[in-house]
């Protein structure tokens, strides 16, 4: 069954620096997004990614943010310069169908980040 | 997005069946209803989704209510694979927010062996 990967899983870096995380979607998928969850808490929308551009992005992802499908295949987060407050669990999903709203998202295994 | 109301936590013997209930009394007409879950350590992943008649898939059971205000996940033999978070989450057809879930505390779903 096809899998969303993301790579690292886990990512230590000190604060102030860049972090780029990566995301292999489903191949045959339109729609991306990017959902943190900060350990204990809600799983948090950040971005949504389609025809290469954001669609729509939550207050989290503010100018510190950016995403980017380099290829055909990948599809990254990037935190210019990271802050102890972004430490959290980056979940990646995809999803088929982007004029459907009743279609599924598929989420990745994480990457969990930790800034020091 | 309309709100969900969940069990913060709930039990089940293995074997035995679940019901995991969510009230959404404020669900609009255009409200689709999704049931997420999330095993530990894992990433979301998606159960089933319904509008107004019952679901079935591999996974699960969806019963609605006839007034849309609250619906009941069936988990029909639970295992001890099944202890996951579970989340209710509503998303607007007609919204342009709909293509993102916005997820709620959820249900911890506790399988006793």
């Known amino acids: 069954e096809p899998e969303v990967t993301q790579t690292p899983s886990h990512q230590v870096t000190q604060m102030g620096q860049e972090v780029i995380l990566r995301c292999v979607p489903i191949?045959?998928?339109?729609?991306f997004y990017w959902y943190r969850q900060i350990l204990g808490q809600k799983v948090e929308f950040l971005v949504s990614f389609y025809n290469n551009e954001i669609s729509e992005k939550s207050e989290i992802f503010d100018d510190q943010f950016s995403v980017e499908r380099p290829d055909g295949s990948n599809f990254t987060l990037k935190i210019r310069s990271t802050k102890l407050e972004d430490s959290a669990m980056y979940f990646c999903a995809s999803s088929a169908d982007p004029g459907q709203f009743t279609y599924e998202q598929y989420f990745g295994p994480g990457t969990r980040l930790t800034v020091t | 997005d309309a709100k969900t109301t969940q069990p913060n936590s709930m039990e089940s013997n293995e074997e035995e069946p679940v019901h995991l209930p969510c009230n959404h009394s404020t669900i609009s007409g255009t409200d689709y209803i999704h049931w997420y879950r999330q095993l530990p350590s894992q990433g979301p992943e998606y159960v089933i989704h319904?509008?107004?008649s019952n679901v079935n898939n591999r996974m699960a059971s969806l019963a609605i209510a006839e007034d849309r205000k609250s619906s009941t996940l069936i988990l029909h033999r639970a295992t001890l694979r099944d202890a996951a978070v579970y989340y209710c989450?509503?998303?607007?057809?007609?919204?342009?927010?709909?293509?993102?879930?916005?997820f709620g505390s959820g249900t911890q779903l506790t399988v006793l062996p």
């Open positions: 191949s045959n998928h339109l729609y």
């Open positions: 989450i509503l998303r607007d057809s007609f919204s342009g927010s709909a293509r993102q879930l916005t």
């Open positions: 319904g509008l107004t």
